[in-house]
């Protein structure tokens, strides 16, 4: 299995905006599906987006049309960039990949995971 690095969490206020990268190393990249899930003090993680080997993406109802997911396989990066940013968007971000390339918003599909990255949205 790979690991996983996340980056770009940070300290922002409603409306801005912040990127995260997570990029893999130990395995190859290019046919894992990738994922960004986030974990909230108290809550359960849950899914964000993924991306297949292939680009196709996925998102949960409450980021759709504000988060985009990318990957750039040369670079063994998967990036989430993250628009008008809600203080219910607070969480620790966490990247994930999945061995056999079908990723979706299961958690149980992914097999190896980030130690994660802070977003923390002030009103």
């Known amino acids: 299995q790979g690991q996983l690095t996340e980056s770009g969490g940070g300290m922002v206020q409603a409306g801005d905006s912040l990127r995260l990268s997570c990029v893999s190393s130990?395995?190859?990249?290019?046919?894992?599906?990738m994922g960004w899930f986030r974990q909230a003090p108290g809550r359960e993680r849950e899914f964000v987006a993924a991306?297949?080997?292939?680009?196709?993406?996925t998102y949960a109802d409450s980021v759709k049309g504000r988060f985009t997911i990318s990957r750039d396989n040369p670079r063994h990066t998967v990036y989430l960039q993250m628009s008008s940013l809600r203080p219910e968007d607070t969480a620790q971000y966490y990247c994930?990949?999945?061995?056999?390339?079908?990723?979706?918003?299961?958690?149980?599909?992914?097999?190896?995971w980030g130690l994660g990255t802070q977003v923390t949205v002030s009103s």
């Open positions: 994930a990949g999945d061995l056999d390339g079908l990723g979706g918003g299961r958690i149980i599909h992914y097999d190896y």
């Open positions: 991306i297949s080997p292939g680009g196709m993406t």
């Open positions: 130990g395995r190859p990249f290019s046919s894992d599906a």
